[in-house]
């Protein structure tokens, strides 16, 4: 029965289809870099597909609840003797049974892999004009020095619209740095430099805390991002860096 | 039948009667009884710790401690006693040392004397872990113990980390040579890998990921002791390490750890569904398969733990997709649950109603899950609520409420007696109820930023959601606490006073540990050696033939 496997391996090779069009969307939607990004802001873009996986994963939730729940009370026991009258699957039926779900589980795992991987580039490629911030993180305070030199607690200024890349180290033990707002974590650990980047959008006060274990007071380690206008900013610098010695700003700014 | 586990079928004596019996015996069927002691030990261990924590994160501001170093210590003997002392000795100690012989058709474990050694070892451990809280220097680096705050006197005792670690690594590794030789060449006649229980597949594979990963975990805890009291620096960057080094060796083998859980507890799923619905499991073979297919996959995902932690990009992106590919096979174990039901004639038992809760709790866990394989959505919610609240619902919920599932299943074979029907249910209802009240709001805390292991959030205190979540929460735990307090309850009840088992087979299962043994199987757990006869499936519930025994030496007439 040669003709028979042979089918076999044609309607086999049939479920393999789905994958088609997710792979040619994931080379589409993915390419090294967009330039524009729809115009969203990065943390605009990870609310984007936050809600695409939440969706996805919803609906895909309820369509197995619903079959489950349907199973549970249309096949209760009716009488004392009676058996569960699973039906026989034929060999084509358990092997589809395999290939077709795996294909649609594959189907949604690309289709999200794309979305993130498209993030990704989004959230890892730092805009050429981006103002650097160094972050030092000890046990238990986030220490702040601009460009401009100003050092600062616990509180980072800066100007809206602008955007601003981290660069992150320990000075002790792990921390991790993570920006309420912009929807951004990532670690800072000793002998390594980590880094950060996000776009300050609207005015205002955001909360920046910490998230990877780091004693004691890892509850009390939090601070501020205070998104300010650029006259405000200009104002701001100026005041702050008149009270520095020159020298010193210049040093500490050079130290990245 | 006289007291606990008293049957002597054969009428040949063994069963422990006093104290030094239960100590030194080799029975598997006691040691699976003392590892389950030792489970559920742990299990109200670290269940007050939980609770003391839960109450502390009830309001914004102390409510029970402000010392930090104290919530901590909670913090890490929670994490640490739950899945060190509770899920892993229950499932692969009591689930694999009670019930996977006995289901394999064998007379005891495949080396008894190395499984007693396995269980005095974990018992070790964990009263080693009970220690922590009184010794001066209890350790506080949390169960996964990251560098450098694990190098730092901070952190506390780091040697007794690494040793109750690897004092437990030991009883993992001793007992998964033992289960898988047991499956291998215990198994009854007639009984070919095809017709094993699917609790039986999964435990092996289980003790085979163990076999692989659990030496990674012990070296990397042995190097941080190294580090801290001998200055090699393995992870030290001063001298030429990498922090980074530990998180790798760690996840490479607790990433597979939680499939380790994750197995055995979807196998009491299985039987428990195929059982209470008489029916075969849904594509028996391809669901045998999905569960091998894990030890690969389980390989290549632990990245993710780190995709915040510094490593490069092109890694991050490359386990994000192999992350991913764990939903095939799990995604076939899924259908084929709620494929076991179709065409079914469910019969709703207490045993059922926690495995059935346990399902839907899976369901939320798992597909919570999948936002987290994605190392950009990542970004926003590592360490936070999202993360604790998903591998609550997965490990915690839906992981206990199947150890639940399968203590009260197989306990009329354990004391002879039946639990209270009416209090199996209201538990199984209470804990689903509230454990949802726990866990639900904080995934909705832990989006608008929540980060976990936080003793306080008075940096959100403005924030209405994330209070009320919390406030919730707490409420859900004293359902909770209630309802884990009555399954305790129940079991004791159940083992003193509980209505006497009539059956062997109380649940109608085809497994040969209900069809092959008396109420309570005595020693050797069969009569005589047991035999499967041709066609013999444990998920034929229609016309399966009956399991046959060889005939007593005594009687056989020639010899």
């Given amino acids: ?20 069009p997710s792979l040619a969307h994931a080379f589409q939607a993915a390419p090294a870099a967009r ?10 873009h990870w609310d984007e597909v936050w809600h695409e996986t939440m969706l996805d994963i ?16 249309m096949y209760r026991r009716k009488g004392h003797g009676e058996r569960g009258k699973m039906p026989k699957l034929s060999a084509q039926a358990k092997v589809g049974w395999v290939v077709i779900p795996c294909m649609l589980f594959l189907g949604d795992d690309l289709f999200l892999y794309v979305k993130g991987f498209d993030l990704h580039n989004h959230l890892r490629n730092v805009p050429a004009d981006a103002a650097e911030v160094k972050l030092t993180g000890t046990m238990w305070n986030w ?53 950060e980047w996000f776009m300050p959008d609207q005015l205002g006060e955001s909360v920046v805390t910490c998230r990877e274990y780091c004693g004691t007071m890892h509850s009390g380690m939090y601070g501020k991002i205070k998104v300010v206008t650029q006259d405000e900013y200009d104002a701001y610098v100026a005041e702050q860096t008149a009270s520095v010695p020159a020298g010193t700003a210049v040093a500490s700014a050079d130290k990245f | 039948m006289s007291g606990f586990m008293g049957h002597e079928p054969d009428g040949r004596p063994g069963q422990p009667k006093t104290v030094k019996e239960w100590v030194f015996t080799l029975d598997h069927k006691v040691i699976g009884v003392w590892y389950l002691i030792g489970a559920i030990a742990s299990f109200v261990v670290a269940g007050l710790a939980a609770s003391a924590m839960r109450i502390e994160l009830g309001s914004v501001g102390p409510d029970i401690t402000d010392n930090g170093d104290i919530y901590n210590l909670w913090l890490t003997m929670h994490g640490a006693v ?21 289901m394999v058709g064998g007379k005891d474990m495949a080396f008894p004397r190395v499984n007693a050694m396995s269980v005095w070892l974990l018992w070790s451990g964990i009263l080693l872990a009970l220690a922590n809280l009184v010794i001066p220097d209890s350790w506080n680096g949390m169960w996964t113990g990251y560098p450098p705050y694990s190098l730092t006197d901070g952190a506390g005792n780091t040697a007794l980390y690494s040793f109750i670690v690897v004092v437990l690594g030991m009883s993992s590794v001793f007992g998964a040579v033992n289960l898988a030789c047991t499956v291998a060449f215990m198994r009854c006649k007639g009984m070919g890998w095809f017709q094993m229980p699917l609790t039986v597949w999964c435990v092996f594979t289980a003790n085979v990921i163990q076999l692989i990963f659990v030496p990674v975990l012990a070296a990397s805890v042995i190097l941080l002791s190294l580090d801290k009291y001998l200055g090699f620096g393995f992870y030290n960057p001063e001298v030429g390490g990498d922090v980074l080094l530990y998180q790798n060796l760690f996840w490479f083998y607790s990433h597979p750890a939680v499939y380790v859980i ?5 196998g009491i799923m299985f039987e428990i569904f195929a059982v209470s619905a008489r029916n075969d499991v849904f594509n028996y073979k391809a669901t045998v398969w999905s569960v091998i297919a894990f030890i690969p996959v389980s390989s290549d995902v632990w990245v993710h733990h780190a995709y915040v932690a510094g490593l490069p990009d092109w890694l991050r992106l490359l386990q994000t997709f192999t992350t991913l590919l764990i939903s095939l096979p799990f995604g076939l174990l899924m259908l084929s649950l709620t494929g076991t039901l179709f065409r079914g004639s469910i019969r709703y038992t207490g045993p059922m109603w926690w495995a059935m809760a346990a399902f839907m709790m899976l369901i939320i866990g798992a597909l919570t899950g999948i936002p987290n394989a994605l190392s950009a959505v990542d970004y926003g919610i590592s360490d936070s609520y999202v993360i604790m609240s998903h591998f609550h619902y997965v490990m915690a919920v839906s992981g206990s409420m199947s150890i639940f599932a399968g203590v009260f299943f197989w306990f009329p074979k354990l004391s002879g007696r039946m639990c209270n029907e009416f209090l199996t249910k209201a538990t199984a209802a209470g804990f689903f109820v509230g454990m949802n009240i ?17 003793m306080d959030y008075q940096m959100f205190a403005d924030n209405a959601t994330i209070v009320d979540a919390q406030h919730w929460s707490t409420i859900g735990l004293y359902i909770t606490f209630v309802s884990a307090l009555l399954t305790i309850v129940t079991w ?10 009539t059956s062997a087979n109380p649940w109608g299962s085809e497994s040969l540990e209900f069809t092959a043994t008396a109420i309570i199987p005595g020693q050797g757990n069969f009569p005589t050696p047991v035999i499967c006869p041709e066609g013999w499936h444990p998920y034929n519930f229609i016309d399966n033939p009956k399991p046959q025994f060889e005939p007593h030496p005594g009687t056989s007439g020639h010899h």
């Fill in chain 1, 143 to 195: 220490n702040y020095v601009d460009a401009n030199g100003i050092d600062t607690d616990n509180e980072l200024v800066v100007p809206v619209g602008k955007p601003v890349v981290l660069r992150m180290q320990s000075e002790d033990v792990l921390h991790s740095h993570y920006m309420n707002r912009y929807r951004l974590t990532e670690d800072l650990m000793p002998g390594r430099v980590t880094w």
């Fill in chain 2, 262 to 266: 994750l197995l055995p507890f979807m």
């Fill in chain 1, 58 to 73: 919803t609906i895909l939730g309820v369509v197995f609840a619903i079959v489950t729940f349907a199973f549970m009370i």
């Fill in chain 2, 82 to 102: 739950m899945v060190l002392g509770f899920q892993i000795p229950a499932l692969l100690g009591f689930v694999a040392n009670w019930a996977v012989p006995i």
């Fill in chain 1, 1 to 20: 029965m040669k003709f028979k496997s042979l089918m076999h391996k044609v309607i086999g090779s049939l479920a393999l289809l789905p994958l088609i």
């Fill in chain 2, 492 to 501: 004791l009840h159940g083992a003193i006073a509980g209505e006497k088992a």
């Fill in chain 1, 35 to 44: 330039a524009d990004y729809n115009g969203w802001t990065p943390h605009q």
């Fill in chain 2, 438 to 454: 726990v866990m639900g709001p904080l995934y909705l805390a832990g989006i608008e930023g929540m980060p976990r292991r936080y």
